[in-house]
């Protein structure tokens, strides 16, 4: 047995609903002239959005307290990047306590796509994903960051200092 459904007025009929549906525009783009405080969007770049301090945006290398990078190039970051946008170049530490650190390490940012990823998979907390999500630039090459755009950008006022204590670390054998 097979039914068939007759088709509602509404549904037969569409100009009423999309004539609704244009009133409700036009009533909100007169309301929206008359009252722009009230309007739901921001008129970015003049007006920005504050996100919250879990906000996954710009990359930080973390900084010990003497101010030397947290980071001891073991490539967990860049083995689970899905995007494949990070590329560290080790070298062994003069320090025996300190297996191994960077000299080189740099996030191409066009390719990231801001999964998190590599703030998750790093053990010694020497990468942080911040509120910062604004990346303009003219030139393409300010689209590689490196370790001095990473750790030591202006905004971050010398670098920013892991919770995580070195000694904390040692004793936990990372
Ligand atoms: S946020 Fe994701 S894509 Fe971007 S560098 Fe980290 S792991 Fe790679
Ligand atoms: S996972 Fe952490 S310690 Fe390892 S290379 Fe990446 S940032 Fe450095």
């Excluded at 007759?6 to 009929?13: F, N």
């Excluded at 929206?32 to 990359?59: D, S, V, W």
């Excluded at 307290?65 to 073991?74: F, H, I, Q």
Aim: one cysteine or more; proline letters at 6%.
């Amino acid at each position: 047995m097979s039914i068939v459904k007759r088709q509602q007025i509404e549904t037969k009929w569409y100009l009423p609903a999309i004539l609704a549906g244009m009133g409700l525009t036009f009533k909100k783009l007169l309301k929206n002239l008359i009252a722009p405080r009230g309007m739901q969007t921001l008129n970015y770049p003049e007006e920005k959005y504050n996100y919250g301090p879990r906000f996954k945006g710009n990359h930080v290398l973390t900084v010990k307290k003497d101010g030397s990078l947290r980071c001891t190039a073991c490539m967990l970051c860049a083995t689970n990047c899905p995007a494949q946008c990070i590329r560290i170049i080790a070298a062994e530490h003069e320090d025996p306590l300190v297996e191994k650190y960077p000299i080189n390490y740099e996030i191409d940012i066009l390719r990231c796509i801001f999964c998190g990823f590599c703030e998750e998979a790093c053990p010694v907390d020497a990468i942080r994903m911040g509120p910062e999500w604004q990346t303009p630039a003219l030139n393409g090459g300010r689209f590689n960051y490196d370790i001095s755009y990473l750790a030591y950008r202006a905004n971050l006022k010398g670098g920013i200092q892991s919770k995580v204590d070195d000694q904390e670390r040692h004793r936990a054998g990372i």
